[in-house]
Nanobody, 124 residues
Framework: VQLQASGGGLVQAGGSLGLSCAAS????????TGWFRQAPGEEHEFVAA????????YYADSVKGRFTISRDNAGNTVYLQMNSLKPEDTAVYYC??????????????????WGQGTQVTVSS
């Protein structure tokens, strides 16, 4: 399983960015997928997750109402649309998928495969 995260960049506060996570190796439709982020000197932080069906989504309180997670019809790509970005959203963003029957959206330990990360920088 390979995950390719892309779409990061530099944006001013209040702006928007869209991240993509493309999976290969197994049909990602059956995988719950999450986004986490890590700022310098900080622990990984849960951002958002989507169930395998796409019917259920989960968000950290810090991004609720600003970020939207979704997946394409084929199920191979998961997106994270980030609006109203703030400087505190600056971090490396990682996508991850779970092949774990005990999947818990916000728990890193329940994800099995991780992408390489993409940098998001929000200037004030």
């Amino acid at each position: 399983v390979q995950l390719q995260a892309s779409g990061g960049g530099l944006v001013q506060a209040g702006g928007s960015l869209g991240l993509s996570c493309a999976a290969s190796g197994r049909p990602s439709r059956t995988w719950p997928t999450g986004w986490f982020r890590q700022a310098p000197g900080e622990e990984h932080e849960f951002v958002a997750a989507i169930a395998w069906s796409g019917d259920s989504t989960y968000y950290a309180d810090s991004v609720k109402g600003r970020f939207t997670i979704s997946r394409d019809n084929a199920g191979n790509t998961v997106y994270l649309q980030m609006n109203s970005l703030k400087p505190e959203d600056t971090a490396v963003y990682y996508c991850a998928v779970s092949w774990n029957s005990g999947w818990s959206p916000a728990r890193r330990a329940t994800y099995d495969y991780w992408g390489q990360g993409t940098q998001v920088t929000v200037s004030s």
